[in-house]
């Protein structure tokens, strides 16, 4: 599974931003994978920012950009979204897609561990 993450910039505080992620390869199905979107600041480590699972039944977020952030997936487009609104320089950081064959559930898919593949990153820049 190769994932293609996209949609970053450049922002203000209180502006919205939509990333992407399309998911690529031979014999699988998208439909199946769980998926999730973490994030890096310079400096700082790994930090889950939300997930969904193979049949969007469950949908977790980070506690700062819960009413904030919407992760969702078109399984017929084999695309990840992440709706992000009022943004803050604290979500400045380079996010990453992540996707996992082992369907995690509510509490495996905030861990980095669960997912076996992952996009290149996409950097969002948010100014004040």
Do not use: H
């Not at 996209?6 to 992620?21: E, F, I, P, R, Y």
């Not at 939300?50 to 819960?66: N, P």
């Not at 487009?77 to 559930?105: F, H, I």
């Amino acid at each position: 599974v190769q994932l293609q993450a996209s949609g970053g910039g450049l922002v203000q505080a209180g502006d919205s931003l939509t990333l992407s992620c399309v998911a690529s390869g031979r014999n699988f199905d998208y439909s199946g994978l769980g998926m999730g979107w973490f994030r890096q600041a310079p400096g700082k480590g790994r930090e889950f920012v939300a997930g969904i699972t193979w049949r969007s039944g469950i949908k977790e977020y980070l506690d700062s950009v819960s009413g904030r952030f919407a992760i969702s997936r078109d399984n017929g487009k084999n695309t990840l979204y992440l709706q992000m609104n009022s943004l803050t320089p604290e979500d400045t950081a380079v996010y990453y897609c992540a996707a996992s064959t082992t369907r995690p559930g509510r509490s495996t898919m905030r861990n980095w561990t669960a997912y076996g593949y992952w996009g290149q990153g996409t950097q969002v820049t948010v100014s004040s």
